[in-house]
């Protein structure tokens, strides 16, 4: 079993944080210390370098079918990318199709990631139609290591179900100690917006923003927690983006209520001036859209008070060439935005570097809270003994620039073309294998593994 003793690195957890050593055998972390008095097959000198646990992205969309294409990321460039991005480890939604078995959209996922993933992945299965044969294959998802479940309240006719539908799927989820987590936006509403402005002739980006306005979210926020505090489910609220929608977390908390957030890295850097380009605003076509700057004050705020728990992605790519197939009505943009790969050099220069969040706290919304809530720790999310050997070294201070034309991503695009960050990833482990070295990948095609995840452990 081949060893690695990674040297004199600034290790830093969720809560710790010293200059140390860390020892790997085969996959395993097995020693953390000062000065290992160990010998080692390989070696590692992490001097002046910060080293974290592998970044954990729960929101990623990979070869997904989605408005009549499909994203352009699948499970082994999308995986590649985000091990040279530190994520070491993704959870992609696996979507039912209506009238379809829960058990029919899993086999299909597993032919796209099995033997192809380059990263360790896990899946969550999204309910698009919750009768009594789906409800009887809960259980089944939970023993496959399957334990949360996504709603959309939007989308109607394709994957959002109703508010019965909703009730049902909780208790039977609670039942089995899962999770259930919410695309939360008011889709009737949503929907009669578009069809409003589509009416005026109102056909630009611009139009995707104003067609899911605030309300929209907070709305269906409050009312998904009003039906998780009745059925007493673990609830979780995806790619979150704004204010009155937290605000309804906050309402929440008073009755002692714990609903999980995600936010996503582009609601905590990005803003919806962006839509006000017709030539390229489709670019940040998504749902929900961009917001404003008081809701990114609001993100940020909202981490530090721990009301935010996770920094995902919602990872889910076009090629600029899909994205134009709206050129001339905004609904018809496929919705997504590249980001699988950027995630944590983002947050770390904007949010670290710029001192909106401490080290630790980086950790926790990268890795290790998305380990404890989707059940992954602590062979996740951690650097401990015992725990898979997913590392990251840093270089706090390097410089580099974001560029489609640098970027392992399969999109023709950045979303953030240009931008300026400090602080770069060196080295990536997982498992105890060097995958990402010096910005060329080490392991292969197939290297992924699926991660059969447990209960919820925050």
Known sequence: MASLLLKNGR????????VCDVL??????????????VQADHIIDAT???????????????????????????HETGTRAALHGGTTTVIDF?????????????????GRATGTAVGDYSFHMAV?????????????????????????????????????????LM???????????????????????????????KLTPRYHYLSQPEVTEAEASGRFADIANYTDVNAYIVHLTCEGALNQVRR?????????????????????????NEEEGGKWVMSPPLREKKDQATLWAGINQGLVQVVGTDHCPFMWAQKLAGKDDFSKIPNGHPAIEHRMELLFSEGVSKGRISLQKFVEVTSTNAAKIFGMFPRKGTISIGADADLVIFDPTATHTISAATHHMNVDYSAYEGWELTGKIDTVLLRG????????????????????????AF
Request: hydrophobic share 40%.
């Open 171 to 201: 208790q039977e989820v609670r039942q089995h100690g899962g999770l259930v987590t919410a695309h939360a936006t008011n889709g009737d509403m949503i929907d009669t917006l578009i069809a409003q402005h589509r009416a005026q002739g």
């Open 128 to 168: 698009t139609d919750f009768n009594p044969a789906t409800k009887a294959e809960i259980k089944d998802m939970v023993a496959e290591g399957i334990t949360s479940f996504k709603t959309f309240m939007a989308y109607k006719g394709a994957l959002m179900i109703d508010d019965a539908q909703m009730l049902g």
């Open 433 to 456: 294998q060097v995958a990402v070295d010096g910005g060329e990948t080490k392991v292969g095609r197939g290297y992924g593994q699926f991660i059969k995840r447990g209960k919820t």
């Open 252 to 276: 929440a908390t008073e009755r002692n209520q714990r609903v999980f957030v995600e936010t996503c890295i582009q609601y905590l850097l990005l803003d919806a001036s962006l839509y006000d």
């Open 48 to 74: 002046g370098k910060i080293v974290v646990p592998g970044g954990i992205d729960p929101h990623v969309h990979l070869d997904m079918p989605f408005m009549g294409t499909f994203s352009s990321d699948t």
């Open 94 to 110: 696996v979507l039912q199709k209506q009238g379809h078995s829960l058990r029919e959209a899993l086999t299909e996922w597993q």
């Open 24 to 37: 790997v055998e085969g996959e395993t972390i097995v020693a953390v210390g000062r000065n290992l008095p």
């Open 11 to 18: 290790v830093v957890t969720a809560d710790s944080d010293a």
